[in-house]
């Protein structure tokens, strides 16, 4: 949860300071789209987890394996700060070894 309230707190910050139609220093739409978007979903996921647990967490494991991948394949082609991306994929280790645990505790 806190992850996502940061993440959140972080695409703000980069649209405040750059606006919508900002390129991410000449990134590929594909990916500004995806990185603006998160300004959106991420909140969005956050909220959920608690109204709606169980469909909140399928879409954390798409939210955080998209964004791994995506992340994970700038850092590939332009570089970058990899352990930003690590600690992504540790999020995502984690998400992937607790989502039966929240299943179960979850009645929808």
Known sequence: MSCLAVATYNHAVVL?????????????????????????????????LFLKPRPAVIMLVILMASDVANNTWVILRYGG??????????????VLTTIDFVWRATYE
């Open 16 to 48: 405040i300071h750059h606006g919508w139609g900002w390129n991410y220093g000449g990134m590929p739409i594909g990916t500004i789209v995806f990185w603006t978007s998160l300004t959106l979903l991420d909140p969005m996921v956050a909220i959920l």
């Open 81 to 94: 700060e990899v352990w930003k991306v690590a600690a992504q994929w540790i999020f995502l280790a984690f």
